[in-house]
């Protein structure tokens, strides 16, 4: 990948669709997660046509879908189906992978052979939707392996669309996404590197101050347009989590065309734009040979 010749890094796109036509998402689920955004008519595009979407505006994107077969007994997209699909397009794409917790050492199996056989650089989590809270000691053995492996964690925090406005929600639990969960996993887990995403609304000061706190926790901006966020983000984004924040879009849900006009017109030091949009992401993933931290 050349690193150099990018515009950005967008560290938060979706595989919302398998090479066999099966969505990520039970529809109904799919369809509220799409109504909360004001994404009615927006269609699933395959990895193939991700890359080709990002190669036009010259951006990289990590990759990922969701495995939450134990809490919405819908089958997942495979990782590997993810990680080769990227592996086509290794100038644009970056395939993180997802294990529900729930598999325990099959899942700690997974993590390992994702990582040493696909080229699998980091892992995502939800916890609303996978139905566990991030402190949850069962948890624990697969954050231990992605520790070992060196990749980041990707956790979802706060809101969520998946579920707006179904009976009950769809069952899903937004505590679970409350992000000091997490600063236990980063106290427990001390060299695992950490991302909180998006703005963490309503918890958005509990995010910047475990992200301040925890030398290896860092936050990206994706699923809220920029005009949206909240002022204390913009203000740490612009000090002291300026090393530390990521552009990240929620393609297909919100597009980096939507998501960069309206970051443009936000006031974001002149210094600090490019860390956002590109530096930060490049040294966490070891896209450019220096230090993850």
Not at 42 to 71: G, L
Not at 245 to 268: E, H
């Amino acid at each position: 990948m050349d690193v150099g010749g990018l515009t950005a890094i967008d560290v938060h796109t979706h595989a919302e669709v398998g090479r066999d036509g099966r969505l990520s998402l039970d529809p109904e689920l799919m369809g509220a997660s799409a109504a909360y955004f004001g994404a009615q008519d927006h269609r699933q595009p395959t990895i193939d046509e991700t890359a080709r979407y990002y190669r036009d505006r010259r951006m990289a994107a990590v990759v990922f879908t969701v495995d939450a077969e134990h809490a919405t007994g819908h089958p997942r997209i495979a990782n590997e189906e993810v990680a080769e699909g990227c592996a086509a397009h290794p100038d644009v794409l970056i395939p993180f992978a997802s294990i529900d917790p729930h598999k325990g050492r099959a899942g700690v199996r997974e993590a390992r052979r994702l990582v040493t056989a696909h080229g699998v650089r980091g892992f995502k989590f939800h916890p609303s939707l996978q139905g566990f809270a991030p402190d949850d000691r069962m948890a624990y053995p697969l954050y231990e392996a992605i520790e070992e492996l060196g990749v980041p964690a990707l956790f979802h925090t706060g809101q969520t669309g998946i579920g707006a406005g179904v009976r009950g929600g769809g069952g899903i639990r937004l505590r679970y996404s409350h992000p000091m969960l997490v600063d236990d996993v980063a106290t427990d887990f001390p060299d695992l590197r950490i991302i909180l995403a998006h703005p963490s609304f309503p918890w958005q000061d509990e995010a910047l101050a475990v992200a301040t706190h925890k030398p290896l926790v860092h936050i990206d901006l994706s699923g809220w347009s920029p005009k949206y966020f909240p002022p204390q983000l913009v203000r740490y984004a612009n000090s002291l989590l300026q090393d530390k924040v990521l552009f990240g879009s929620d393609y297909p849900v919100l597009t980096p065309d939507r998501w960069l006009a309206d970051f443009a017109a936000l006031d974001i030091k002149p210094a600090v734009r490019p860390k956002i949009l590109k530096e930060n992401a490049a040294r966490l993933l070891g896209l450019t040979g220096q230090d993850r931290s």
